[in-house]
């Protein structure tokens, strides 16, 4: 059903919108934050997948929500996730010196500044869900704040990356892996379902479905960056691969092997695209979404 789509064109789209959001947010105010600014700007606005924002547009796209007011929610997820990002290359942490093909944060200007940048994204995220200008409801607007909050916590991607750099050189089993990649990544991503959810005020039991779709290609997504890591594919990544096995972290691929993970995350897409069966064309985005997870380290 999704063959019409054209998903480059679509990310494309959302990519330059929640650009031209941030560099509204972002510019220098011409005083001594303009590093700040410039390093904060330098790390969210060009490359990478804007995978989270594309869901929140696209499952918006089933509720008629107003474009604008989707970049908006899509954009305030993106600013966690890319904080996260910064904080992660630090080298008290992963140590990474390339990001979406460019230098990380701290390379590109210094630790200090990097830090601040991160934390600068992480508050302009909430303030963006704040704002009157995604969605007029102050209930609805505080329930986006919560639900974002509880998924970039310890309860979901802090957590994640917490029990992921406790794990290093210990042996996990599948359970324990997949658990933390559900904080770890997952949450962020199913929170960018759930803000459409949020927007459209369903209830509990409308948001079923897409609650799984989202669970489903979240580990699907993880999955294939297993696969990019272990294959290799520096230019796929945009950032430095081989970083598991040299850490010594079990990862999905470690645990299954190749030919297994591969099977896995085709699995747990057409599961997620199923959670879809009783929509139409108005989810075809999110099927050539769900489908993009598996061929992306192609």
């Not at 990519?15 to 031209?20: G, K, N, Q, R, W």
């Not at 600014?37 to 008629?64: C, D, E, M, S, W």
């Not at 929170?191 to 489903?216: K, T, Y």
Request: overall charge negative.
């Amino acid at each position: 059903m999704d063959r019409a789509i054209d998903l480059d064109a679509e990310a494309r789209t959302v990519a330059d919108e929640v650009d031209a959001l941030f560099r509204r947010l972002l510019a220098s105010p011409g005083d001594g934050r303009d590093r700040l600014y410039a390093a904060t700007a330098h790390a969210v606005i060009g490359g990478g997948k804007r995978l989270r924002p594309l869901l929140t547009v696209a499952t918006a796209r089933l509720f008629n929500i107003d474009r604008d007011r989707a970049v908006r929610a899509g954009a305030a997820i993106e600013a966690i996730h890319v904080y996260s990002l910064i904080h992660d290359d630090l080298p008290c942490m992963d140590d990474d010196d390339l990001r979406r093909g460019k230098p990380t944060v701290h390379k590109a200007f210094d630790e200090a500044t990097a830090i601040l940048a991160g934390d600068s994204l992480h508050a302009l995220a909430f303030e963006i869900l704040a704002d009157a200008a995604v969605h007029e409801n102050p209930a609805v607007r505080a329930e986006l704040v919560l639900d974002l909050s509880r998924a970039s916590g310890p309860d979901g991607m802090a957590g994640g990356q917490m029990l992921d750099l406790a794990a290093e050189g210990q042996p996990l089993d599948l359970p324990a892996i997949t658990r933390m990649q559900q904080l770890k990544t997952g949450a962020l991503i199913e929170h960018a379902v759930e803000a459409a959810c949020i927007m459209a005020q369903l209830d509990a039991h409308a948001r079923v479905p897409l609650r799984g779709f989202a669970r489903n290609i979240g580990l699907a997504f993880q999955i294939a960056d297993d696969l990019i890591d272990h294959s290799g594919a520096e230019e796929a990544a945009g950032k430095r691969v081989g970083k598991d096995a040299a850490a010594g972290k079990a990862t999905f691929v470690s645990l299954l092997g190749e030919e297994r993970a591969r099977a896995q995350a085709s699995m747990l897409v057409e599961q997620a695209i199923e959670h879809l069966h009783d929509r139409g064309a108005e989810a075809d985005l999110l099927r050539a979404i769900a489908r993009f997870a598996v061929e992306r380290d192609h």
